[in-house]
């Protein structure tokens, strides 16, 4: 009896005719409008990054090989290679995970589609419109494929980002180059060959996160070039037994699972959440429901005995174990994903801001004692995958007990952020390295994307600092030497 071999969808086709055939008009009112929250949440955190050290290493290590061009660094007066300025803008949209997250794929879909559309906007004549016609195709493509995995990529030991992300860039970029239906069907087949990114991150609070998206990009674009010339690449990317999903999550059939049926009709980027606080997604219901606690009963943190979070377990390996590690991070990173730090520090803070992760804030004795009494179980209430649940119990001395539990966290769809709040934390994050001024330039140059016949003034507002971190208005040098 002879076998026969299954039949494989031809996934890679169905994203690439949906994608080329994509008209403007077809976009709801309202998605462009956020669509525009999200590009001008990543591009803050972009410039916001630069108070931080790893964004001068990135940048040194970038100088160091990299090629002439026109291409613009957030925050940089001068300019590079597209595919070195998509690496670096990538890891600054995403260098302080502070960037909006899919709620059901877990990708940071702005970190790097924003970074390819400002690449090839600097070296194709582009509207606005179609700027961010290009970050949407890559965030429904992005949040689709990501999706259909249930959650499996962390389990296995993969960042969702850097596996997936790479994919809706290389469409979006093959899209914006004017290319056809064939060459997208190629560049996804090229990509499979360099999406990678793994959680090895976790164990030493290490860097290598941050660069996830900026690889996404940078590649994306280097897969879309060579697919517009004519590189040969396998025609399915995602089904298959070397497929991405075979090889991701080890699971061949969640290629059948991706829903594209309704792309471009219920968009997913309704479902993309803008993050309120500058921690991994996985913690922010938690430390809502916390601070919640705190007003409601005045809770003094003396008068604590201790605490339980409540989530699901299958985020215990990102934000609760190792335990010892997540109680005492040793790093600002580390602080980030870990549930006991970030209640902890919320409580005795009153907040969770950037300042609350840094060094003075790790080494207070309060937030280390009160994380230390912090346990963590697994709430059947949750909805993880497809929100980030989560609660805490907080248990007196003198025997009262106080519960919280937020089914939705806040950002995600149905609590979507507002306009005036992503503009509050844009401002904010952007106010760390430059004049109210410039930062209402900024803003206003994403919000006339839309209207904008081309990125000119983007680009040039995005060019440099003008003033010194905390925004006195001091000029700066420190970041404006010439490219290598």
């Not at 990299?66 to 957030?74: K, L, N, T």
């Not at 899209?175 to 560049?187: I, Q």
């Not at 790790?362 to 909805?383: F, K, N, T, V, Y």
Request: with cysteine; hydrophobic share 45%.
């Amino acid at each position: 009896m002879t076998g026969t071999t299954p039949e494989i969808r031809p996934l890679s086709r169905e994203i690439a005719e949906s994608c080329m055939g994509l008209e403007a008009l077809a976009v709801p009112a309202a998605v462009w409008s956020y669509t525009k929250r999200c590009v001008a949440d990543a591009i803050g955190i972009g410039f916001a990054s630069h108070h931080y050290e790893f964004s001068q290493r990135a940048i040194a290590g970038v100088r160091a090989m990299a090629s002439p061009g026109s291409a613009v660094v957030i925050g940089l007066e001068d300019t590079f290679a597209p595919r070195d300025a998509a690496l670096l803008n990538g890891t600054l949209v995403h260098g302080l995970d502070f960037d909006d997250t899919h709620m059901g794929s877990v990708v940071h879909c702005s970190a790097s589609a924003v970074p390819m559309a400002l690449a090839i906007a600097a070296e194709s004549p582009l509207s606005g419109k179609s700027l961010l016609l290009s970050v949407l195709m890559a965030t429904e493509i992005d949040a689709r494929l990501g999706s259909a995995a249930g959650g499996t990529f962390q389990q296995l030991g993969f960042h969702p980002t850097g596996v997936v992300g790479i994919f809706g860039a290389a469409v979006a970029a093959v899209r914006l180059l004017g290319g056809s239906v064939d060459d997208a069907v190629r560049a996804q087949g090229i990509a499979l060959s360099m999406a990678g990114g793994s959680m090895a991150f976790l164990d030493a609070g290490a860097w290598t996160k941050r660069l996830h998206p900026g690889w996404a990009a940078q590649s994306a674009l280097a897969a879309a070039k060579l697919a517009l010339a004519g590189f040969e690449a396998p025609s399915e990317a995602y089904a298959g037994r070397y497929g991405f999903f075979e090889l991701f999550t080890r699971d061949a059939s969640h290629a059948d699972r991706v829903d594209w049926k309704g792309v471009f009709e219920d968009f997913a980027m309704s479902s993309v959440a803008i993050k309120p606080y500058p921690i991994c997604h996985f913690n922010h219901a938690s430390v809502d429901a916390a601070l919640a606690l705190r007003r409601i009963h005045q809770l003094e943190i003396d008068d604590v005995d201790s605490i339980t979070i409540g989530l699901h377990e299958r985020q215990f390996g990102v934000v609760v174990e190792p335990e010892a590690r997540k109680k005492a991070p040793d790093s600002e990173y580390e602080a980030k994903f870990s549930a006991a730090y970030a209640v902890a520090a919320a409580l005795v803070r009153g907040k969770l801001g950037l300042r609350e992760l840094d060094e003075d804030s790790r080494s207070d004795p309060r937030i280390l004692d009160l994380a230390a009494r912090i346990g963590c179980e697994h709430d059947e209430r949750s909805q993880y995958p497809s929100v980030f649940s989560g609660g805490v119990r907080i248990q007196m001395k003198d025997g009262s007990c106080h519960e919280h539990f937020e089914t939705v966290n806040r950002g995600a769809e149905g609590r979507l952020l507002s306009e005036a709040d992503v503009k509050q934390k844009f401002v904010q994050n952007c106010r760390l390295v430059m004049s109210a001024a410039k930062t209402q330039d900024l803003w206003d140059a994403v919000m006339g994307l839309d209207t904008a016949h081309d990125c000119s003034d983007l680009l040039t507002q995005l060019r440099g600092l003008d003033t010194v971190p905390g925004g006195t208005g001091q000029q700066t040098t420190g970041l404006r030497r010439a490219a290598c």
